[in-house]
């Protein structure tokens, strides 16, 4: 097996045998065939004149949990955005490269953003359930509004969602309460379970955890960790530990002097923390900058 | 500062156009009163007193024209609203 | 790093004593200041609300006494127990006619300029929206009596289309106003769902917004309900019990008030009165229930 050197500002998919004897609980990540998962190609995204990330290519790996890391300010929600078609919603945001899902062109001519928007799925830095509306309508939200009405299919989606957020118990007896009667954390995964209810392939998560207090952090770490059996999983985040403990694979961005973002290295998680090829990655790692 | 401007140049106009009330007591007098004691006339309560008894055209024309500058004071005075306090909203930006 | 030079050179334990020492004279006058703005302010309120004591007071005191059944159960043309059922009749009718109308168009108006115009729009609209709530109600009552009046008569449609005039600002800018505040990320939030945008307006948005919009509409029906001058060449007003001829004209409360208070015969301006009592009742019930929501809002 080689060590491919990454060009800087471009990662390929890592096929290595680490340095140092892989531990038992590194992975041995198999290679992703070009059409998997998430498959990001040449990406650069525009707030009008402004170059919001430069020529970012990279592959999420179906059924597995990746992080995108880097310092504040370095494109990693444009990109996440990006990869939903939420970008394009703001004036004058365009989006210039290659988005592919199983193959697929997610900015194709023919493909209609609000299906886009069905597939990949996104959580949000603070939890938004939506305020008018109880506990049930806030999961069936989606497919409800998607000409679902059928009481009994609702039912068992809501309780499926709820049960897959590790919410159900908690919920259960007050399903007709107002979804903004939660607390934080529970708010936040009644959102995942909303996400869910309509059954994406990929669930984007803008630092899903920071406005919530640990103890509801740890149980959507949890949450993630089992989630990631049934969906791709893609989650922005600017803390390290939180993506050390989640993530089967880690991207880091970081800021150029144009302050566009770009990628710098992405690898298997425990590979990047422990052992990073770029000096970039080992000063943010190292908490040298960030 | 700019709130209160603002809520006077509104209450102006709204006292500008205010019919009713002005109709019941100012007396329908069509001249310019001697004193504040005497009796007088606005624009909406000559319209008011008179447009049901129209029976010429250039009445009707005259009245429906003295709409025409109330709306006219109306709208200016909006514009002049909108204006103060965007001027105002630049220079004390907080 | 601060020299000695400049930093005060005071023995400590001084503290204390300052804050013994009796007000100096700028002390002195701010103290007085002091005292005296709560008085002010408490004058102030005092004179604010005067009037509308006095108008309370002055209506019950003048309208009371022939406040009967026959008011409300006789229209006016009675020839034995005239009353003043037509007008609350009128009034029962053209309103939310003109509610429907003005207030329907605002809230559509009001959709459009918060969701899907540009800022450009917006401003402009928003300025075209200061103007007609500016406006004179009595330029509404004499454009549509120079338009629909003149080529087909006086009739209780035109006076609820006046009045139309004047409630749609009131409700295109209360809806604007009440979907602006519904925060982004809910629309985020159901976009992210793959809801589509119309969608989103209308199920989402409009449904957060629900509690304002029910506010907005309260206040654009008491603005119409109160008011006169739109009516006075159009609807005219008619001592007749008008049910449902729409093309004929209809009394109104507060178009009964100002005409009936104006007659010579001291009966009829008691019932002008009288009349008042159940206007005002009405209009100051409506705002005082919007109030209370806002209240109970804001504590939740």
Known sequence: MTVTEPRPGMAQPVMLAPARAASAIEPELRPLSPNEGLRIDDLNAFYGSFRALRDVTLQVRPRSVTAFIGPSGCGKSTLLRSLNRMHERVPGARVQGKVELDGVDVYGPAINPVRVRRVIGMVFQKPNPFPAMSIYDNVVAGLRLSGTRDRRVLDEAVERGLTRAALWSEVKDKLRQP??????????????????AVEPEVILMDEPCSALDPRATLRIEELITELRTAFTIVIVTHNMQQAARVSDETAF?????????YLVEMAPTTTLFTNPTQPLTEDYVSGRFG | MVGILGGVMLAFGRALGETIAVTMVIGNIDQVPGSVYEPGQTIASKIATNLGDVTERLELASLIGLGVVLLAVTVLLSALVRLTARRFATVHAY | MATDATLPTRPSGAGGARLLEPPNGQERGRLRRD??????????????????????????????PSLNGQLVANAAGNPSAPGALNAIV???????????????????????????AGSRTRQLFGFLVDVLLGVPSIIAGLLVYSTLVAANGSSAFAGAVALSVVMFPVMMRATEEVLRLVPTSIREASLALGISGWRTVLSIVLRAARAGLLTGTMLAFARGFGETAPLLFTAKGSDALNIGDLSSTMSALPLFVYQYSRLPDRFFVAQAWSAAIILLAIVLAINVAVRARSINTRVE
């Open chain 1, 179 to 196: 979804g903004t009667s939660l607390s934080g954390g529970q708010q936040q995964r009644l959102c995942i379970a909303r996400t869910i």
């Open chain 3, 90 to 116: 009128g009034s029962l009718q053209m309103v939310p006619m003109a509610l429907l109308l003005g207030g329907g168009l605002g809230l559509l108006a009001g959709i459009y300029l918060s969701e899907f």
């Open chain 1, 253 to 261: 961005f970081t800021m150029d002097d144009d302050r566009a973002g």
């Open chain 3, 35 to 64: 005292r005296l703005i709560p008085i002010v302010t408490v004058l102030a309120t005092v004179v604010t609300i005067a009037p509308l004591i006095a108008i309370i007071a002055f209506v019950l005191v003048k309208g009371l």
